[in-house]
């Protein structure tokens, strides 16, 4: 008998293997999967990163072109960054030496004003606004002009009141008021380094309260990038007080600083906040030097 290889045994059982289900294994078995070229799979890698660039990189600009400058969660006692003056207080400078800002910049302070005087105003809102109130979603209230807002204009509070024959405003109510506005100017007086007794109340200076009512007037779209100084002219400092709070109270309403590349720095509403350079209840309080008070 003769020897045979061990491969020779194995090469017999592959051959017969071949009779059996009728394919010649020495001829090539035509492929059926797809051969890519390098550069097509270049062209492809090259495809999905670019495509998964288009989706991270504006989610990731969006995220970093917004920083909270203060969250409604901080207790902040008093938060302050320098910002770059306008050329517009050059001018001041030299007219009003004793209170036009000498530096600029933004103040976020949670401890000036008492969760008590911040419930008394935010009554006295209350009270004020349920007279009338615009057709659209922003209406205000101005004490010292006496202007409310009806419907689609803005009549006098007081004449309104002397129609109905009632009062509104108690001499509490007027004495908080005048309590809250010395703290904020005394706080800014320090804070920009000048004398308070310097400041005084400008116009408007008023409550507001913002509603998801859609826009009727101009007034109501009271989120339009603007500048205090460029928009009423006379402000030299601005200050908000939030009666009511951000997530809880209401939604949005936040209050954005636009900086340009830096990105922009937001504020959300804190009851008793005061930030300076609102679906929310707030007071306006616009400062102006001594020269130009009315």
């Given at each position: ?5 061990r ?7 592959a ?13 090539a078995?035509?492929?059926?999967v797809?051969v890519?070229?390098?550069?097509r799979i ?13 989706l ?7 995220s970093?072109?917004?920083r909270t ?9 008093i ?14 400078r030299?007219?009003?030496k ?11 302070s ?5 969760t008590e005087?911040?419930d008394a ?7 004020g606004?349920a007279?009338?109130?615009?057709d ?11 202007s ?29 008021y ?18 308070p007794?310097?400041?005084?109340l ?5 409550f507001?309260?913002m ?12 989120w339009h ?26 939604g ?5 600083f ?12 804190k009851?008793?906040?005061q930030p ?8 306006s ?8 008070a009315?």
């Amino acid at each position: 008998m003769a020897v045979r290889k061990r491969g020779d045994t194995r090469k017999s059982e592959a051959t017969a293997a071949a009779s059996s289900d009728g394919v010649t294994r020495g001829a090539a078995v035509p492929s059926t999967v797809p051969v890519f070229s390098t550069r097509r799979i270049v062209v492809r890698v090259a495809v999905s990163v670019a495509l998964l660039a288009a989706l991270y990189v504006p989610a990731w600009w969006k995220s970093e072109s917004v920083r909270t400058f203060a969250s409604r969660d901080e207790v902040l006692a008093i938060k302050s960054e320098t910002v770059q003056c306008s050329k517009d207080y050059v001018n001041d400078r030299r007219l009003f030496k004793d209170c036009a800002p000498q530096k600029c910049g933004r103040v976020v302070s949670d401890s000036v004003v008492t969760t008590e005087e911040t419930d008394a105003l935010l009554n006295l809102a209350k009270r004020g606004l349920a007279l009338s109130h615009s057709d659209g979603g922003a209406s205000i209230l101005d004490l010292h002009s006496g202007s409310i807002s009806l419907g689609k204009k803005f009549v006098n509070v007081y004449k309104l009141l002397e129609q109905k024959g009632t009062t509104l405003f108690s001499d509490n109510d007027l004495k908080v008021y005048k309590q809250v506005k010395d703290k904020i100017r005394s706080l800014i007086g320090f804070q920009f380094g000048i004398r308070p007794d310097t400041l005084h109340l400008t116009h408007p200076t008023f409550f507001s309260e913002m509603t998801v009512r859609p826009a009727v007037t101009v007034h109501d779209e009271y989120w339009h990038v603007h500048v205090d100084k460029e928009q009423y002219g006379s402000f030299h400092y601005t200050s908000l007080l939030y009666l009511t709070d951000y997530n809880a109270d209401f939604g949005g309403g936040r209050l954005v600083f636009v900086d340009g590349s830096r990105g922009n720095a937001t504020v959300e509403p804190k009851k008793g906040r005061q930030p300076w350079p609102p679906l929310l209840c707030h007071v306006s309080l616009a400062l102006v030097c001594q020269s130009w008070a009315v």
